[in-house]
Each structure stands twice: as C-alpha cells, then as structure tokens.
C-alpha cells in the first residue's frame, strides 16, 4: 500500500514537473481549456444572476376572486371564511366594489368612462396571496376557489411565473448543450496533448516495459498530467469569469443606481468554483485516459 500511494506521488510529481517545464505549452493549452470552460460557466452565471434580479423585481403571483353582483353579505362573509382557513392562502384582502370604482375613477382617462355608466358596474372581490408561487399550485387553488359559492370568476395571475420558468428552462437546455459540445473539444485538446508526450517518451515507455513495468505503471503520470492541466484551465476559467463580471458590474451598477437599486452580479460561490474546477480536471483525465489507451498499446 505504501509503495502505491508512494508512486502516485512520484507520478503527480512528475506530472507537475513535466507541466512547470513546458511553461509556454502549458500556458496555452491551460489559456484554451479556460476560454472554452468559461463560456458555458459565464451563461449559467449570467442566468442564475438574471433569475435572481427577475423574481426580486417581479411582483408576486396573485388569485383576483370576483363575486356574483348578486352576491348577499353572509355569502361575502363565508368567502372570507373560508380563505382564512385554507392553509395555501397567505393573505387574502377584501375589495369592496365601491373602492374598486373609486380606484378605476383615479386611472387616467377613464374617469368620463365611469361616469357615462351611471352605476357601478364592478363587483366585490379578495385579492388573494398564495404561500406556494409556483403556477401548479396557484392553479389548483383557483380550482377549489371557484366551487365556493357566490363566486363568479377567478382570475389567476401567473402568466409571468409561467414565461419565467420556460425561459429558465431553455437557457439551462442551451447552456448544458454548450458544454456539451465544448466539453468534446476539450477533451479532444488534451487527447492530442498527451499524445505528443507519449510519443515524446516512446522509448523511455519501451524501457520500463523491458524491466517490468505495467500499463498502468506507465499511464499513471500522463493521468495525473492530463488532471492537472485540465485543473489550470479550471483556474483561468475562474479568472476570467472574476474579470468579465467585475466589468460588466461597472455598467450593471450604474443602470441600478438609475433604478434606486444596488443590485451588482453575483460571482460564483466556493461550490460553484470548486465544481468548475472539478470539471475541468475530470475532462483532462477522460482526455488523458483515452488518449493513453490508444496510443500505449502502438508502442511496443
């Protein structure tokens, strides 16, 4: 067992030191893979940013229940009632239809219209809260809503929390197809990296064969080498994502300021980082681990 952790450690130290004296090589490749990764990252950071501002300014989904003009007070009364007790309702506020034609006369133009009418023509209604926003929800409450009696309609209001979850859905769809494609090239940068390193230690590979040395003996430091260099792109992956977001938050501060808001876009947390990083070393390896089973077994 020590003599297998001590090899793993002699083989990423090689791996290091095969990385530190290519600097030029490694730079590059290192300055691709990050490019590449931080189009993806940059997308779902953007959304995730877009999301957040979205629903925070986004007013919240409510039920307009209207009530028969015929309506009697007692029927009024077991509305409100039975809202109170309906754990899904969070608030619920009466309207009566003379503060409904008060605040229809205050819109702008519409005060000859109300006054042509001769009588109010606008009934009773709640404006009704729900503690689940989620349109699913809001579309059963209404269900059960328009059984109660007295009630003539109900109009749900979650046309927006509907556009909002498509729109979400899609961008995620597009984001996840990009870094898939991306992820294909990436893969394919460091198969041709490592390549060029087996080839460059063929006879050094012939050698340790001779004298007994495995396959996997002999892959183990190219692994380490691949995971390591997909572990630098990671990083100026981050690096770039920190540079460009630090940029357009130069703008972003200034249009919120117009808005009375201090919004800024977020960066990436330690989960997030983490996870990038750890992406990009797992598609060195893959690179890495095909590249070495192909080409290992042509050097004999």
């Known amino acids: 067992m020590r003599a297998w952790l001590r090899h793993h450690r002699q083989a990423f130290a090689a791996a290091l030191g095969k990385l530190?004296?290519?600097?030029?090589?490694?730079?590059?490749?290192?300055?691709?893979?990050?490019?590449?990764?931080?189009?993806?990252?940059?997308?779902?950071?953007?959304?995730?940013?877009?999301?957040?501002?979205?629903?925070?300014?986004?007013?919240?989904?409510?039920?307009s229940l209207f009530l028969q003009a015929a309506a009697t007070k007692a029927e009024s009364d077991a509305v409100a009632a039975r809202l109170r007790a309906d754990t899904r309702v969070a608030a619920a506020r009466f309207v009566p239809?003379?503060?409904?034609?008060?605040?229809?006369?205050?819109?702008?133009?519409?005060?000859?219209?109300?006054?042509?009418?001769?009588?109010?023509?606008?009934?009773?209604?709640?404006?009704?809260?729900?503690?689940?926003?989620?349109?699913?929800?809001?579309?059963?409450?209404?269900?059960?809503?328009?059984?109660?009696?007295?009630?003539a309609h109900v109009q749900v209001d979650s046309a927006w929390a509907r556009r909002l979850a498509a729109i979400a859905a899609t961008g995620r769809i597009a984001i996840g197809v990009l870094a898939a494609l991306l992820a294909v090239g990436l893969v394919a940068v460091t198969f041709n990296t490592i390549r060029l390193q087996i080839l460059t230690h063929a006879e050094e590979i012939e050698v340790s064969r001779l004298i007994g040395a495995t396959d996997g003996y002999i892959a183990r430091p190219f692994y380490y080498f691949g995971f390591a260099q997909g572990v630098a792109g990671g990083l100026v992956a981050l690096a770039?994502?920190?540079?460009?977001?630090?940029?357009?938050?130069?703008?972003?501060?200034?249009?919120?300021?117009?808005?009375?808001?201090?919004?800024?876009?977020?960066?990436?947390?330690?989960?997030?980082?983490?996870?990038?990083?750890?992406?990009?070393?797992?598609?060195?390896?893959?690179?890495?681990?095909?590249?070495?089973?192909?080409?290992?077994?042509?050097?004999?």
């Open 97 to 151: 239809r003379e503060e409904a034609l008060k605040s229809l006369r205050a819109t702008e133009g519409l005060a000859e219209v109300v006054a042509a009418l001769g009588q109010n023509p606008l009934p009773d209604a709640f404006v009704v809260r729900a503690r689940d926003a989620a349109p699913e929800a809001l579309d059963a409450l209404a269900r059960d809503l328009r059984l109660l009696g007295g009630v």
């Open 20 to 63: 530190l004296a290519q600097k030029s090589a490694t730079l590059l490749n290192a300055l691709v893979i990050g490019v590449v990764l931080a189009l993806p990252a940059g997308g779902h950071v953007l959304l995730a940013n877009l999301l957040a501002v979205t629903q925070r300014f986004s007013p919240e989904p409510q039920l």
């Open 240 to 300: 770039i994502l920190w540079l460009g977001l630090s940029a357009l938050n130069v703008g972003v501060q200034e249009l919120a300021s117009s808005y009375g808001s201090t919004f800024r876009l977020g960066f990436p947390g330690a989960a997030d980082a983490l996870s990038i990083l750890a992406f990009a070393g797992l598609l060195g390896w893959l690179g890495s681990y095909m590249s070495v089973s192909v080409h290992l077994r042509q050097i004999t």
